[in-house]
């Protein structure tokens, strides 16, 4: 048996992990995880709230790992694996620990400052968009960190994994995994361990209560089901568990608008941002094709180029703490009157010579009610012949919650109280 290692979470007690694992996480592609900041500059107005993607990552691998054994070891469940995708007890082992790789893995290409960095990354020539980390992820696991997943003796004897299987599980390569891709709902999905995670260990390092849920009672209700549209086998929660369901939800929606869309904390998302287009070369982070000019960016490599631009107005709210201010806001579900007084508010600072940014809210961060595979409703599993139906037929309170679209407009702090006057 593979030796097992321990460290102590302030979410879940101990996490233990093997030594293939082990390797992998003492990697310096991994390390640097250990520079990478979770929450960007939400410390600005939390101070506890500086922990990492390192503790972030050895947390989800730790609740993938709880929610794939609630699911294989309940007999409907594995009854439900046999019947659609014909697994025995040899694959089902095989692919916990290809989802306990994917797991740990699945933030690996995260750039300085997490989310708040994605708006420097370069344009993606294929698909006519910019990158985005998960991009940078499967480079990473594919290019500095194949080696450390293929040759390892646990893998070489027991499992045979490949990097680029790692890889189509984060990405959702159906050509690759074929069924196994199923298991990508425990890497990506409304219910899955990073969600789950970070909801309970940014409450937790914050201070606040708002992304507390009960996540024993969550994998207690995890169930298989099927889709009655396409009959495909799904993860949802059985019935008598919606309401643990329903408080998931509920704690994304208050932490995305009272920590994620903060005014402050947004404030300093827009000062990184212009901070990285004046620091870096041509205004981007290198693409995915350039992995290991990008792992050299981290949080202290921003920071340290930002002292060396100090003279610049956003570098300088970076280091001073000397950030925009909020000189309006729409409710978070403006009204056609909320509208027009944006414009006029926006009108009235345009004549004035006042500079301004304005900042609008996504909330596709917490919930969507649309089909869209990786933003699915949490789906609800009921009865004997494992019907599936979504969370929103059963809670008036998600079925009625609308989108988060607040829109502020932020003034340069000198001239707030110039800017405060003429909206008067």
Same mark, same amino acid.
């Given at each position: 048996m593979a030796r097992l290692h321990e460290i102590r979470d302030p979410i879940y007690g101990f996490v233990s992990f093997n030594d293939w694992e082990k390797q992998i996480i003492n990697h310096s592609a991994f390390q640097r995880l250990r520079r990478i900041r979770q929450l960007a500059f939400t410390d600005m107005v939390y101070p506890g709230g500086n922990y990492t993607r390192f503790e972030h990552s050895i947390g989800v691998m730790h609740l993938a790992t709880l929610m794939y054994e609630a699911i294989?070891?309940?007999?409907?469940?594995?009854?439900?694996?046999?019947?659609?995708?014909?697994?025995?007890?040899?694959?089902?082992?095989?692919?916990?620990?290809?989802?306990?790789?994917?797991?740990?893995?699945?933030?690996?290409?995260?750039?300085?400052?997490?989310?708040?960095?994605?708006?420097?990354?370069?344009?993606?020539?294929? #698909?006519?968009?910019?990158?985005?980390h998960e991009d940078y992820s499967s480079a990473v696991i594919t290019g500095p960190l194949r080696t450390v997943i293929e040759d390892h003796q646990i893998n070489k004897s027991n499992y045979k994994i490949s990097a680029d299987e790692v890889a189509a599980l984060l990405e959702g390569n159906v050509s690759i995994l074929e069924g196994?891709?199923?298991?990508? %709902?425990?890497?990506?999905?409304?219910?899955?361990?990073?969600?789950?995670?970070?909801?309970?260990?940014?409450?937790?390092?914050?201070?606040?209560?708002?992304?507390?849920?009960?996540?024993?009672?969550?994998l207690n209700t995890l169930a298989l089901g099927v889709d009655p549209e396409s009959n495909d086998l799904i993860l949802g929660v059985h019935e008598d568990g919606w309401h643990v369901a329903e408080s998931l939800?509920?704690?994304?929606?208050?932490?995305?608008?009272? %920590?994620?869309?903060?005014?402050?904390?947004?404030?300093?998302?827009?000062?990184?941002?212009?901070?990285?287009?004046?620091?870096?070369?041509?205004?981007?982070?290198?693409?995915?094709?350039?992995?290991?000019?990008?792992?050299?960016?981290?949080?202290?490599?921003?920071?340290?180029? #930002?002292?060396?631009?100090?003279n610049d107005l956003n570098c300088k709210a970076l280091l001073d703490?000397?950030?925009?201010? %909020?000189?309006?806001?729409?409710?978070?579900?403006?009204?056609?009157?909320?509208?027009?007084?944006?414009?006029? %508010?926006?009108?009235?600072?345009?004549?004035?010579?006042?500079?301004?940014?304005?900042?609008?809210?996504?909330?596709?961060?917490?919930?969507?009610?649309?089909?869209?595979?990786?933003?699915?409703?949490?789906?609800?599993?009921?009865?004997?012949?494992?019907?599936?139906?979504?969370l929103s037929n059963y809670s008036s309170i998600v079925k009625n919650m609308g989108e988060v679209k607040q829109i502020r407009v932020y003034v340069r702090p000198e001239d707030r109280d110039k800017a405060l006057g003429v909206l008067r």
């Open positions: 294989v070891e309940d007999d409907a469940n594995k009854n439900l694996l046999e019947e659609y995708l014909s697994y025995d007890d040899a694959g089902l082992k095989r692919d916990k620990q290809l989802i306990r790789l994917t797991a740990l893995l699945h933030d690996i290409g995260h750039a300085p400052f997490s989310h708040a960095s994605e708006d420097v990354m370069p344009l993606n020539d294929k #698909a006519k968009k910019p990158y985005k196994k891709l199923f298991w990508k %709902v425990i890497i990506s999905s409304q219910l899955d361990a990073d969600r789950g995670d970070y909801l309970l260990r940014d409450s937790h390092h914050i201070g606040v209560k708002y992304g507390v849920y009960d996540y024993s009672r969550l939800v509920i704690a994304r929606y208050q932490m995305f608008t009272q %920590v994620y869309f903060h005014k402050t904390r947004r404030a300093y998302d827009y000062h990184l941002k212009e901070a990285m287009k004046k620091i870096l070369k041509h205004g981007k982070l290198p693409a995915p094709q350039k992995i290991e000019k990008f792992l050299e960016f981290d949080d202290m490599r921003i920071l340290q180029d #930002a002292k060396s631009h100090r703490r000397n950030h925009l201010k %909020v000189a309006f806001a729409t409710a978070e579900m403006p009204t056609e009157e909320d509208e027009q007084k944006l414009e006029a %508010v926006k009108k009235r600072l345009m004549d004035n010579s006042i500079w301004f940014y304005e900042d609008k809210a996504t909330s596709g961060l917490w919930y969507k009610l649309d089909t869209e595979e990786e933003s699915k409703e949490v789906m609800i599993i009921k009865g004997l012949n494992r019907k599936a139906s979504p």
